[in-house]
């Protein structure tokens, strides 16, 4: 992780622990940039993250202020590093239905930019919220680069493990969401009927050097998932 992403966790986790509400306001850049002993463009690059993401807002000449909080229990849309820090304060747990090793298919080579030499962890696993299912999740890992994985590890968070064990700096992602009715195998995972509405969601990860690593493809089971976007500017 950098030293700013590094920031930006560390002012965000004080708006929180200081239960700051919208409109509050935070310490001023020249107090941050002293206490958090780093650069002025590493605040500035920090508090941009924090803008992006709907944590905070900037008002020229005024200052800093926190945004409201967002509701518990909602998925944060904008984020790229997975779901476990969006639903921290509730209980969540994974089914791995298998972790197996692949050679890319036509679309993975699209999305991943590898060979058709290349190995692939490919993963599968449902995922709970408070023991209700909240979806299928289905992954496509660049052995070459997370050149491990096993059922323990799928278990928990991959996001942890990769920046964590692995410290690879995960960058930025690719989202693309649509609607269609369950199929068969998919209704059957997530205990609903075939043909129920569901939310797809296809997300591409990448390194903060602009690799790609991981093509995700996720199934929210509609009645558990809640979801939520903050626009940072217009």
């Known amino acids: 992780m950098l030293k700013y992403q590094q920031i930006a966790q560390l002012i965000e986790q004080k708006i929180i622990e200081d239960n700051m509400g919208q409109g509050e306001k935070l310490p001023s850049l020249g107090h941050l940039i002293d206490y958090y002993q780093v650069s002025k463009s590493t605040i500035v690059k920090a508090l941009s993250i924090l803008e992006n993401r709907g944590v905070i807002y900037q008002i020229q000449g005024s200052g800093i ?6 509701k518990k229990g909602y998925i944060n849309m904008l984020e790229n590093q997975g779901f476990t820090s969006d639903l921290e304060n509730f209980n969540l747990s994974s ?11 036509e679309e993975l080579i699209n999305n991943l930019n590898c060979s058709n030499d290349d190995d692939i962890y490919h993963i599968k696993r449902i ?26 590890i799928v278990e928990h968070s991959i996001f942890h493990y990769v920046k964590d064990i692995l410290k690879l700096n995960i960058g930025f992602s690719d989202k693309h969401f649509h609607v269609e009715k369950l199929s068969e195998e998919s209704a059957q995972l997530l205990e609903l ?3 129920d509405p569901s939310l797809h969601i296809e997300e591409l990860f990448y390194l903060t050097s602009g690799q790609a690593f991981d093509f ?13 976007l903050q626009s940072s500017n217009f």
Do not use: M, W
């Open 65 to 70: 202020f926190a945004r409201k909080r967002k």
């Open 193 to 195: 009927k075939k043909g």
């Open 127 to 152: 995922r709970y919220i408070n023991g209700q299912i909240l979806c299928i999740e289905e992954s496509f890992y660049l052995k070459n680069i997370v050149n491990y994985l096993n059922e323990d």
């Open 216 to 228: 995700s493809k996720t199934i929210y089971h509609y009645e558990h998932s809640q979801f939520f």
């Open 95 to 105: 089914k791995v239905v298998f972790v197996k090793i692949i050679k890319p298919t």
